[in-house]
């Protein structure tokens, strides 16, 4: 079974633009998570994804939203980005249940510039 | 509020050798579960061990093996026969045991290097 896979892996962006970034779960997983990663501030939970519903949201600002699709694939996106946004994004797709582990994907390295 | 504590940003072992992570956490929650996940060079996040908070057994996978103390809110990692592949950053991670309570938190992260 293919792991979770996120794109791009890598990329560059400037003050001020948007991003949009793609995570595709193990098949059969309805929930995805979202996490950022950063030196300073560690592993954050942004938000979860299960049925295309939004079931949960860390502390983060409104430029940072997501949405899931029908497949459960999903998608984030940061808006007006800023230098503090420079980050590893992280997604995690697991089955229904709280005892179900979560698995990550690769992580998609955004720089802002 | 949950939050989880890593005291070791470092750690060394010589290869063959053991060596044990702590991990410290708060909650009021009863039940929950814990985990150590390992982060490699390559950035992928792998889940080592996973405890329930309802077995007092510690859980165990081959190698690795957890010091879970529910009264002392302690859970550290120990990792025997360490190998070269082991080094990586090593996260100590909860959740909560509640459908749509997905979300995991984690401690700051001990980073492991093996010494041949």
């Known amino acids: 079974k293919a792991g979770v896979t996120q794109t791009p892996r890598y990329l560059i962006k400037t003050r001020g633009q948007q991003v949009t970034l793609s995570c595709s779960p193990i098949?059969?997983?309805?929930?995805v998570s979202w996490y950022q990663q950063t030196p300073g501030q560690g592993l954050q939970f942004l938000f979860e994804?299960?049925?295309?519903?939004?079931?949960n949201k860390g502390n983060f600002p409104g430029r940072f939203s997501g949405r899931q699709f029908s497949n459960s694939r999903s998608e984030m996106n940061v808006s007006t980005l800023e230098l503090g946004d420079s980050a590893l994004y992280l997604c995690?797709?697991?089955?229904?249940?709280?005892?179900?582990?979560?698995?990550f994907g690769p992580g998609t390295r955004l720089t802002v510039t | 509020a949950q939050t989880v504590t890593q005291s070791q940003p470092e750690m060394s072992v010589q290869e063959a050798e053991t060596v044990t992570l702590s991990c410290t956490y708060d909650?009021?929650?009863?039940?929950?579960?814990l985990f150590w996940y390992k982060q490699p060079p390559s950035r992928q996040m792998i889940l080592v061990i996973r405890?329930?908070?309802?077995?007092?057994q510690n859980a165990t996978e081959n190698r690795f093996s957890v010091n879970f103390q529910k009264a002392a809110k302690s859970f550290s990692l120990k990792i025997s026969d360490s190998q070269l592949g082991d080094a990586a950053m090593y996260f100590c991670?909860?959740?909560?045991?509640?459908?749509?309570?997905?979300?995991?938190?984690f401690g700051t992260g001990t980073r492991l290097t093996v010494i041949p």
């Open positions: 995690a797709s697991s089955l229904q249940g709280p005892g179900y582990e979560q698995y």
């Open positions: 098949s059969g997983h309805r929930s």
């Open positions: 994804y299960f049925s295309e519903t939004q079931r």
């Open positions: 909650t009021s929650e009863s039940d929950y579960y």
């Open positions: 405890q329930e908070a309802y077995k007092q």
């Open positions: 991670a909860y959740r909560i045991h509640q459908t749509g309570a997905n979300n995991l938190f």
